[in-house]
């Protein structure tokens, strides 16, 4: 799909090196001269500065988006994290809890298949699938054409689910007013220091298949530490301290094991 | 490899400033990247050729500047190289160092005929 577009129509799979120079002939043909070459005195050579951030129209599509949702009182988080972490049984299991409190929608991006988005419809509520095909996250503008397909009801919930992929999604902002990074703990504590560009451009991170911790060496307070580098500015959101935090989540998994022998 | 789309936003903006500057024909592109940012500059120029082919920015040569990462330590009141995105201050130790920067995914300038 994106290579497509980018090559205006032009079958872009075959072997690169030759094709690219009989592009480049082909220009020339209505130009001044070969490829790489430059004479001087015969054009019109001239140095323009541009200094704009690549990602600016994305940028602006995704402000967009963002005033869209907001002119509908929606709020929308964009979920991000490695394939397998469980983002979408996570929302199925959401949108369970909450759907008789608020309107919900979905959209959900993977390179191929719509599965994601029929396991959320099997929930009652309306989702969208993005197929990027090559592409290895959503951009603002995939989204602004899912959102066309949607009943943004006032005062209803987006959720955003991004292609797995722990690294590309990071750069993209899609208009979502929090991206929420999901890990869980079979990936290993160091996962935030490996990838630090999608832990510093989360807000929240929620740590997933803590019922395993028991049978993990998965060590929370590296992992918290690391996931927290890069926001010194509020360590503590929830003002409990880690030993707290620890206690509070040996209580969920507990809860969680007990429920299962149930 | 999201240079892919990096690259293609890239051509976007090269679009945008040949209807504002009327020219035919670019011949270098020069980008300027932090090395602390989200564009690995290798796999920027893997993709050009095959993202730009067909496009205004066909037969460009790419051009890219690296840039160093650096931050602001609150400590020692300086202005410290930094090599990695949430490195502590070299010199104090302190973990509380604004990236100033590193960060840069911009298109600085275009050579055009």
New interface residues.
């Given amino acids: 799909m994106?290579?497509a577009?980018?090559?205006?129509?032009?079958d872009?799979r075959h072997p690169?090196a030759h094709?690219?120079r009989e592009?480049?002939a082909q220009?020339?043909d209505?130009?001044?001269g070969t490829?790489?070459q430059?004479i001087v005195g015969l054009?019109?050579?001239?140095?323009?500065?541009?200094?704009?951030?690549?990602?600016?129209?994305?940028d602006a599509l995704a402000d967009a988006n963002r005033k869209r949702l907001q002119a509908n009182s929606v709020f929308a988080l964009n979920l991000v994290s490695s394939p397998g972490s469980g983002k979408t049984a996570l929302l199925v299991r959401t949108i369970d809890d909450l759907k008789g409190r608020y309107p919900i929608a979905v959209i959900e991006g993977d390179q191929q298949t719509s599965r994601d988005a029929d396991r959320i419809r099997a929930t009652g509520v309306r989702a969208v699938q993005v197929n990027t095909g090559?592409?290895?996250?959503l951009?603002a503008h995939m989204v602004g054409h899912a959102l066309d397909y949607l009943p943004l009801e006032t005062g209803s919930l987006l959720f955003i689910e991004n292609v797995g992929n722990l690294?590309?999604p990071?750069?993209?902002d899609l208009g979502e007013a929090h991206k929420v990074v999901v890990l869980s703990v079979t990936e290993g504590e160091d996962k935030p220091l490996k990838y630090?560009?999608m832990f510093?451009a989360a807000d929240l991170m929620l740590l997933n298949k803590s019922d395993l911790l028991p049978h993990l060496e998965f060590d929370l307070d590296v992992c918290f530490a690391a996931a927290l580098?890069?926001k010194?500015a509020d360590p503590d959101p929830d003002g409990i301290g880690p030993d707290r935090r620890r206690a509070r989540i040996a209580l969920r998994v507990d809860r969680r094991s007990r429920r299962r022998e149930e | 490899?999201?240079e892919?789309?990096?690259?293609?936003?890239?051509?976007?903006?090269v679009e945008d400033?040949r209807r504002k500057?009327g020219?035919?024909?670019v011949?270098v592109i020069r980008?300027r990247l932090g090395v602390l940012g989200?564009?690995e500059p290798e796999a920027m120029r893997f993709c050009f050729?095959?993202?730009?082919?067909?496009?205004i920015a066909?037969?460009a040569?790419l051009e890219i500047e690296m840039v160093a990462g650096q931050g602001w330590c609150s400590g020692c009141r300086l202005t410290v190289p930094l090599d990695?995105?949430?490195a502590s201050c070299p010199i104090c130790g302190n973990?509380?160092v604004r990236l100033t920067a590193g960060d840069e995914?911009?298109?600085?300038?275009?050579?055009?005929?």
Avoid: W
């Fill in positions: 994106r290579y577009a980018a090559a205006m129509g032009h872009h690169h094709h690219h592009h480049a220009t020339i209505f130009g001044a490829a790489g430059h054009s019109q050579e001239r140095v323009i500065s541009i200094e704009r951030n690549i990602l600016s129209k994305n090559k592409g290895c996250h951009d690294v590309c990071a750069a993209f630090p560009d510093a580098r890069g010194p | 490899m999201h892919v789309s990096l690259v293609e936003s890239l051509v976007a903006l400033e500057q020219f035919s024909r011949r980008l989200h564009a050729d095959a993202v730009t082919s067909g496009t066909d037969g040569r990695e995105r949430f973990a509380h995914l911009r298109l600085a300038e275009l050579e055009v005929e």
